[in-house]
């Protein structure tokens, strides 16, 4: 069976960067809300700041959604090059 690489890229980038997103905003609406993963969060993406902002919100789930769509084509791409 093989992988899509299309697919799965833009499945994991929406789910990741939903996660991040949604995480971001309720940390604005309630401080203090996940900052330990959006910290985490914010030392792998330059130019997020946990609690500093929507727009940073918004930089930092594109971010995310970029970095899973690269990783998740590698890995879909790698998969379906050891399955041969």
Do not use: C, H, R
Not at 12 to 36: D, E, M, Q, S
């Amino acid at each position: 069976m093989k992988l899509s690489i299309k697919g799965l890229a833009i499945t994991t980038a929406i789910i990741w960067g939903l996660a991040i997103l949604t995480i971001g905003i309720a940390n604005i609406v309630f401080p203090g809300y996940g900052i330990n993963f959006l910290e985490v969060v914010g030392s792998i993406y330059p130019g997020y700041q946990p609690g500093t902002g929507f727009s940073s919100v918004i930089i930092g789930a594109l971010y995310g959604a970029v970095d899973a769509a690269i990783g998740a084509a590698i890995f879909a791409w790698l998969y379906n090059l050891i399955t041969k």
